[in-house]
């Protein structure tokens, strides 16, 4: 009897055992997520981000950018239009019309300030991809781990030159990466908007989960009728990381933060409120 007793008290106790690690394993080590304002603009002409639809039509659009707390640091999701944007009394127009008017009410730095947090606080950032509404203030982060998709980064800009400092710490993402290794942040490969796109997976703990869609999607509208902007790289390649990411939000039961649109982003809680 006293063999038994203990055997079931040793198989009792692996059973415990083993239960806490799978739940350590899978609980979230991110502990806040902050939506902070990194822009907002008018497009003169939205029949640009979904063919055959609304031609002529404005839409307002925002900019925004996402500071995360992670239990091993600060993680800084885009970085918006530059912070030089906001001194501009006019804004920034468009070289075409149809395109977007950009504006700035407060610098990313400001935002963070208030937050009490420096840009040195920041270790690691990374960005969806590399249009000018989403790395202007990367440089705001000298020495800040910068991850992004390899081929991203080797897309040169229009007149040739380099999208980024050849001195800013890099890792080139070759497909998805675990950015802390507990599932909490991954960077979803997304090509088709530009040849690296990439989107990104949050677990709240308390919110649950999202992913941030970067350029995947730029308005609700557009990601249910999966319009494909007449400037994507792809066509071919947006559609297939529109249903991945389809896939993506089913199997994590998890909800899509579009970007720029004003719309669902007037209902959500911009810092220096933050989601838990």
Known sequence: MRMISAT??????????F???????????????YILSCGEGVAGDISLWSPGINEGKSMDFVDSCYLIKHKQGWFLWDTGLSDSVA???????????????????????AQLAELNVSPSDIKRMAVSHTHPDHIGNVELFPQAMLYVQKAEYEWPNPDGTPRFKPEHPVTKVEGDLDIFGDGSIVLLATPGHTPGHQVLLVKLPKTGNIVL?????HFMSNWENRGVPTFNTSKEQTNSSMQRVADILKKENATLWINHDKV?????????????
Do not use: C
């Open 87 to 109: 001194a501009l009394p006019n804004g920034l127009p468009p070289a075409n019309p149809k395109f977007i008017y950009w504006r700035r009410a407060k610098a990313l730095a």
């Open 264 to 276: 669902q982003r007037d209902g959500q809680k911009l810092s220096p409120e933050f989601y838990d």
């Open 213 to 217: 869609s970067g350029d995947l999607a």
């Open 8 to 17: 079931f008290a040793m198989v009792f106790a692996f059973a415990l055992s």
């Open 19 to 33: 239960g806490g690690a799978h739940t350590q394993s899978v609980k979230s080590g991110v502990e806040r997520l």
